[in-house]
Every structure is written in C-alpha cells, then in structure tokens.
C-alpha cells in the first residue's frame, strides 16, 4: 500500500478524545480527488461514485488496538480490504481515505495515493494492502 498520510486535524482530535481505536467504525472510502492536509471531515472529499461492487461510503475497515508489551508504544493496525467491481466496472480511483464514520462529523484519519488512476473491470479486484507488521500508525 502506499504511504500513509495523515490530516492535519488528525493529531489534535486523537488528543480530544474524537477518534476511539478500539470502539469507534473506520471506513476506507475511495476517490479520485486529491486530498488536502487542511480536509477535516468527509464532506471535503468527494467519493467515487456509488455502485458495481463499490458501497456509498467505502467499506467498513477491521481495525485493532494493541499496546507492544512492555512499553508505552501502542499501535493501530488495519486488515487488508479488499474491493470487487461486481455487474459492471466501479469508478476509477487513485486514492484511499479512511475517517471516523462513529464520529457525527466523520472525521478524516488519512489517505493513500496509489499514484494513478485505478480502474476495476466487472470481477476484477483491488485490495488495500495495509501493513500488518508497522501498523497504519504508532503512538510512543
């Protein structure tokens, strides 16, 4: 997967409690619009369009909270997601953007670009291949 990146928002909300790791639903949406540090919620980003295989919104993410035993590093990490255009080909992307989808304002977290335009025929599929051994991110 590509370098994650994160909102600028993200960092300050962490801290104000916005974003529960361990309870909260985290979705990975997808678009074609390049995000900006300074989006905040996901109103500033425009998804790809709804259908063949692609659900409004972006797909529910299994995300998981650890803490490395023995320190005070905790660590979030986020399975694989796979996406599948099915009865037609889905909407081009470049990008991933997860957000909060507990939170009232679906908070953006941060996007991936896969540096072009991604395209699924009807069957084909792409996954979110995300770092299972790093996680998304780490806190110390």
């Given at each position: 997967?590509?370098?994650?990146?994160?909102?600028?928002?993200?960092?300050?909300?962490?801290?104000?409690?916005?974003?529960?790791?361990?309870?909260?639903?985290?979705?990975?949406?997808?678009?074609?619009?390049?995000?900006?540090?300074?989006?905040?919620?996901?109103?500033?980003?425009?998804e790809?369009?709804?259908?063949?295989?692609?659900p409004?919104?972006?797909?529910?993410?299994?995300?998981?909270?650890?803490?490395?035993?023995?320190?005070?590093?905790?660590k979030?990490?986020?399975?694989?997601?796979?996406?599948?255009?099915?009865?037609?080909?889905?909407?081009?992307?470049?990008?991933?953007?997860?957000?909060?989808?507990?939170?009232?304002?679906?908070?953006?977290?941060?996007?991936?670009?896969?540096?072009?335009?991604?395209?699924?025929?009807?069957?084909?599929?792409?996954?979110?291949?995300?770092?299972?051994?790093?996680?998304?991110?780490?806190?110390?």
């Amino acid at each position: 997967m590509a370098a994650f990146q994160k909102f600028n928002d993200f960092s300050e909300e962490l801290l104000r409690g916005t974003h529960d790791f361990a309870g909260d639903t985290f979705k990975l949406m997808l678009t074609t619009n390049t995000p900006g540090p300074a989006d905040a919620v996901k109103a500033d980003i425009t998804e790809i369009a709804a259908g063949n295989g692609y659900p409004a919104g972006g797909q529910v993410l299994a995300v998981t909270l650890t803490r490395v035993s023995g320190s005070g590093v905790s660590k979030v990490t986020v399975a694989d997601e796979v996406f599948t255009a099915a009865g037609g080909t889905m909407a081009t992307f470049r990008y991933g953007v997860i957000y909060n989808d507990t939170a009232g304002s679906k908070n953006l977290v941060g996007w991936f670009d896969h540096s072009t335009g991604v395209s699924l025929a009807d069957g084909e599929t792409f996954t979110a291949d995300f770092d299972a051994t790093n996680g998304l991110f780490t806190l110390a």
